[in-house]
Each structure stands twice: as structure tokens, then as C-alpha cells.
């Protein structure tokens, strides 16, 4: 083998070690429970959507307007006023 | 020794003299096998993620329907509900949406009872450090790092004044800031004292935006809800199993697209390779031939255009996936997130949670792996059946 190519292989393999170690190392555990604790207080699990205001909000809530999604849909209980 | 090994000199002093043939095909598989990885680390992240934290919502929740569209519900119904057998922790709920419109954007509200104290115990456990005379001394809120960022953008740096239906200003103090690593959850979130949040959507006393409840024998489910039917005829409800459909179906829906699209890349990349071994004047089509002239067997020459495409598929996929690991649990998928989370409202920079579906990855290697090496395999071999004359034309 050439030396390039044990190079790049080492090169390859010190990348993929460090992606390995990030996972394994990843306080996965402590995120979770800090989730759980959001939804615990607001009970709300949906993630925190960039919808524009006439969008669902949350996840997999339904679009009541089927033919035309884009549009404002009626069946929202919020608080819009006016300028 | 394998270092020493003739035929691995010759395939990587090969590897290395044609890069610029190689670097081509390499590049356009590293962009597409990173993209469709990105996408599937954020499906399946988001996915694990949600799923952990769903254990923690109610099994149902109920709403009033006036004329199809949900309506403020009634407080009287969490009495009613608490008659029903089998039915536990029955709690009302205030949240919605808070339009700012000079910014055109919206902030979702939640009023939560402090007085409760599951609530106020969780509340103290996510931010150790708040103090609650000190939050209950004035009307104060606890808003996520999307909205902080969004109000000090607008010169709201302590305070924000909410406009309520009755055209009057509540001014309200910002009191905490939500951890960033919860923004996936609570970027766009303030969280304030019920009766406040009561008063900025103008909502009654006896009204509430829903209410959450328990059936902890899932055998009871469907009794419970035949019987929730009887409590009012305007009433809805939905069931915690009906959102975990939703939340898989809608993932598995922008995953698959992606999927689609990478299987398209890919068909296109292969058929390009195969042209390029098939091609009568290739370069490809000229190397065979001479090495075939020089001596080499079919079964050699098969044996270095498999560790060739061996090499090219296992580099290409392992820089594909960490560029796509990196991309996304290091910097947080900026751009891609987009397309899950949406970005027509407040920026949302998540911190998502390191999640790999090692079986989907190996699939994605095989469907990958395969048709490369069909691709080269079966016109390499093609060729080397030929007399070498004839190949070298």
C-alpha cells in the first residue's frame, strides 16, 4: 500500500472514531429528562413549530381546511388583535 | 505482510493516479449519501425524542365543538369527568397562540397552576434556580430562548406588554429563560400563572382551552370515551394513540420523500457508471484490455475492480454519514431542520439528541453498495471476456 493511502485511511478512520466517541459520549439521558420535564409542566409534547400564524401549530394536528391547507383555519381558539 | 502485497500497491498506487477519475463519482456519492443521512438522523432524533416525551402527556384530551370548530371549553366538564369510573389526574388546560403583529410573528402561551404541586415541583426541577415568592411578587412569565431573543430584538429587555381582548396593555416581567437545549420543545414557549394567561386570551372563570385526563387501564379506553360522548354533544375528543400515529406518519412521509429522491440520485449515478465501463472508446475499456494483454486473468481483473469499488463505496459512505452526523448533532442541521420544524415564525436553533438507526444506515449501504457494484462489475467483466485486442480498439 502506498502511503497516501494509509494516510487517508488513518485520516478516515480518526473521523469516524471521533463521531463514535460524540455518540457514545452524547448526555442523552439528562436531555430526555429535561424533556419530559417540559412536557410534565405545560403538557404539551409537540415540538416547538415555525409555523406562520394560520398553520397548525402542533404536530399532527388536523388541517380543517382540506381543499385549500394554506388557508386560515377556522376552528383555532387564539387571540389575534388588530393593529 | 498485507502492506507489502503487490496487487494492494498496485490498486492504491491505481487509486491514487486516477483521483481526479475517482474524486467525481466520490463527491456525488458523498453529497447524497450525506443529504439522505441528515434527513434520516433528524427523523429518527426527532422521532426517538418525541416519542420518550409523549409517555409524559395525558391519555386524553377533550375540547368543546361549536358549529365544527373547537371553542373555549366549559370548567364545569372536569367535574363531570371525574364521575366517570376509571378516570384519574383530570386537569384543565389554557394555551394558544399570541400574535405579535408589528413583527408577524406568534408566541404559544401556556398557564400553568402553580398552586399544583406535581406542576410547581417539575417546574422547580427544570430551572433549579427560580424562586417563586420572588416570581409570584409581580406578574412575571418564563419564556423560551426563541421569544427571549425575539422581545430583546424589539427592545422588550425586562418586560413585555401583552394586549388583551378588552384593549387593555398587561404588562408582564420576564422573569427565566428556558435552557437552549430545550428549544426544540419550548423555543416559542412562555409559560405564566393560569389566571394570567386567562386574562391575555380573555377567556371566563368557568372557561378553560381544554381539558387533560388519565385511563390508566387501556382496556377501559373506548368505555371511556362512549361514556365522554354522553357528558356534552359538543365535545371532542383525541386520544394520545391517535398523536403518536400522527407523529410517525408525518416523519416516515418527509423521510420517504428524501428517500425517494436519493433512490432517483442514485439510479442516475449508476447509470452513468455503467456507461462509463460500457462505452466502446473508454478509458475504462482500454485499461481492461491491456492488463488483460499483459498476463492478467478475468478473475484478477474482476478481483482489483471489486476492491477498487470496495474502496471508493466504504470512503464515499463513511464521509457521507459523518459529514451528515456532524452536520446535524454538531451544528444542528441549520437549513434541513426547516423542512421538520418550519421556519416561518420565531428562529429555532435545536439541539438534537445524537439518534442513529443503525438498521436504516445499513440499509442505506446496501442500497447504495449494490448498484455500484453492478454497475462496475458487470461492464468490467463484460470486457475482460473479450479478446484484449479487441477491448484495446
Excluded: C
Excluded at chain 2, 449519501?33 to 418525541?50: D, E, G, H, P, Y
Excluded at chain 2, 394586549?163 to 408582564?172: D, Q
Aim: glycine share 6%; no cysteine; net charge negative.
Amino acid at each position: 500500500m502506498i502511503k497516501q493511502f494509509i494516510g487517508s485511511a488513518a485520516l478516515l478512520m480518526l473521523v469516524t472514531g471521533m463521531a463514535v466517541g460524540h455518540y457514545l459520549s452524547a448526555d442523552k439521558r439528562s436531555h430526555r429528562e429535561a424533556f419530559s420535564g417540559v412536557v410534565a409542566v405545560t403538557g404539551i409534547v409537540s415540538p416547538s413549530l415555525s409555523t406562520a400564524f394560520y398553520e397548525p401549530a402542533f404536530l399532527g394536528e388536523k388541517v380543517e381546511h382540506p381543499a385549500s391547507p394554506q388557508m386560515q383555519s377556522l376552528n383555532r381558539m387564539e387571540f389575534v388583535y388588530a393593529e | 505482510m498485507l502492506s507489502r502485497s503487490p496487487f494492494l500497491y498496485f490498486l492504491t498506487l491505481l487509486l491514487f493516479k486516477q483521483k481526479s477519475k475517482h474524486l467525481g463519482i466520490m463527491s456525488i456519492s458523498v453529497v447524497m449519501i450525506a443529504l439522505v443521512s441528515a434527513v434520516l438522523f433528524i427523523s429518527s432524533s426527532l422521532q426517538k425524542t418525541l416519542q420518550d416525551t409523549l409517555d409524559e402527556q395525558a391519555d386524553f384530551t377533550v375540547t368543546r365543538i361549536e358549529a365544527g370548530r373547537p371553542v373555549s371549553t366549559p370548567l364545569a366538564w372536569v367535574d363531570k369527568i371525574i364521575e366517570i369510573e376509571g378516570v384519574s389526574e383530570v386537569a384543565p388546560r389554557i394555551h394558544g397562540r399570541y400574535f405579535y403583529a408589528p413583527g408577524e410573528e406568534s408566541f404559544l402561551v401556556v398557564g400553568i397552576d402553580f398552586f399544583d404541586e406535581q406542576g410547581s415541583k417539575a417546574l422547580q426541577s427544570l430551572l433549579k434556580g427560580i424562586d417563586l415568592k420572588q416570581f409570584f411578587a409581580e406578574e412575571s412569565m418564563i419564556v423560551g430562548e426563541g421569544v427571549k431573543d425575539f422581545l430583546q430584538k424589539h427592545y422588550y429587555k425586562d418586560t413585555f406588554s401583552f394586549k388583551t381582548p378588552r384593549g387593555e396593555f398587561k404588562k408582564v416581567k420576564i422573569d427565566e429563560v428556558l435552557p437552549g437545549s430545550l428549544n426544540l420543545l419550548a423555543n416559542d414557549m412562555i409559560i405564566m400563572p393560569i389566571g394570567l394567561a386567562r386574562e391575555i386570551f380573555g377567556l371566563k372563570e368557568d372557561e378553560v382551552t381544554d381539558i387533560t385526563f388519565n385511563v390508566p387501564n387501556d382496556a377501559e379506553w373506548d368505555n371511556v370515551i362512549g361514556k365522554l360522548h354522553l357528558v356534552d354533544y359538543e365535545i371532542r375528543v383525541v386520544e394520545k394513540r391517535e398523536v403518536e400515529k400522527a407523529y410517525e406518519n408525518l416523519y416516515n412521509y418527509k423521510g420517504g420523500i428524501f428517500l425517494i429522491l436519493y433512490i432517483i440520485a442514485l439510479l442516475t449515478l449508476m447509470l452513468i457508471l455503467y456507461q462509463r465501463y460500457a462505452m466502446v472508446y473508454s478509458h475504462e475499456r482500454k485499461e481492461i484490455g491491456i492488463l488483460r494483454a499483459v498476463g492478467w486473468s478475468i478473475r484478477d481483473i474482476l478481483k482489483l475492480k471489486f476492491y477498487e469499488t470496495l474502496i471508493l463505496v466504504i470512503s464515499s459512505f463513511v464521509i457521507g454519514t459523518v459529514a451528515a452526523y456532524g452536520y446535524v448533532f454538531v451544528l444542528g442541521a441549520p437549513v434541513l431542520i426547516e423542512i421538520f420544524l418550519g421556519g416561518a415564525n420565531l428562529e429555532n436553533q435545536v439541539q438534537l439528541i445524537p439518534e442513529v438507526s443503525f438498521g436504516t444506515l445499513g440499509s442505506l449501504f446496501l442500497l447504495y453498495a449494490v448498484p455500484f457494484f453492478a454497475a462496475v462489475l458487470i461492464p468490467s467483466w463484460r470486457v475482460a471476456v473479450i479478446p484484449p485486442k479487441e477491448a484495446m480498439r
